[in-house]
């Protein structure tokens, strides 16, 4: 019996010590001769930006970078731990109807993208 709880104690201890959860990947879209992809932990991201909101524009056929950017930031509030701030993508997919890429991430915001210049917008 003592056994068992000793387990039990290890096992909830460690549960309610656990950083947060890596976010889930997102599948990748591709519009034409590109695509974008969801980077959740970016080499690019500079000293002091959380992570989330960042995507890399790859082309199909060679595999080469066009463009890697942040297509939000997030405000970091320093008395908080930075891994509970990070905000990730969570979906990318094309609205057709007005020529868009749209991006929504776990706080549930949603951003737009031009896909021919790139260029982010709420």
Known sequence: MKKITVVLCIF?????????IPPAE????????????????PQANPKGLLNGGYIEIREIDSNRLVKGMFTYHVKI???LERDVQSVFITELSFDSSKNRIVIRNSAKQVFYLDPETFETFE
Not at 12 to 20: C, D, M, Q, T
Not at 26 to 41: D, M, Q, S, T, W
Request: aromatic letters at 14%; a positive charge.
């Open 77 to 79: 509030y320093e008395e």
């Open 26 to 41: 997102v599948k990748p879209l591709r519009l034409g001769n590109l695509e974008f992809r969801a980077v959740h932990f």
């Open 12 to 20: 909830l201890f460690s549960a309610l010590n656990a950083k947060r």
